[in-house]
């Protein structure tokens, strides 16, 4: 069965750091571009980053420079490391997977081009 499961999310201070992950089983994602996105209440569901199986990144402008996408083929995982979180962060985080190897940005990097879906961890930003 093949299945994506995010981790790492939770309740941090603003200012702080968190990394999320997104496991796979059942296929390798080494033959896939894998994206975040996250929704937040009332909100409509975004592109965060995006890493194609070369290795290319991109992110919305609202998170550069604050996050980092990076992908550990051998624990067949993807992380998202979040530092400088801020209240408007806060949101759910979905790991996603695209068959499309050489989705680049996080434009091309769209959630209808993503054929696998994680269920999601919640991150909130709140003192």
């Known amino acids: 069965q093949l299945q994506l499961v995010e981790s790492g999310g939770g309740l941090v201070q603003p200012g702080g750091s968190l990394r999320l992950s997104c496991a796979a089983s059942?296929?390798?994602?080494?033959?896939?571009?894998i994206g975040w996105f996250r929704q937040a209440p009332g909100k409509e569901r975004e592109g965060v980053s995006c890493?194609?199986?070369?290795?290319?990144?991109d992110y919305a402008d609202s998170v550069k420079g604050r996050f980092s996408v990076s992908r550990d083929n051998a624990k067949n995982t993807v992380y998202l490391q979040m530092k400088s979180l801020k209240a408007e962060d806060t949101a759910i985080y979905y790991c996603?997977?695209?068959?499309?190897?050489?989705?680049?940005?996080?434009?091309?990097?769209?959630?209808?081009?993503?054929?696998?879906w994680g269920k999601g961890t919640l991150v909130t930003v709140s003192s």
């Open positions: 996603a997977a695209a068959r499309v190897p050489t989705l680049v940005t996080v434009t091309t990097c769209h959630y209808n081009r993503m054929d696998y």
């Open positions: 890493i194609s199986r070369s290795g290319s990144t």
């Open positions: 059942g296929f390798t994602l080494d033959y896939y571009t």
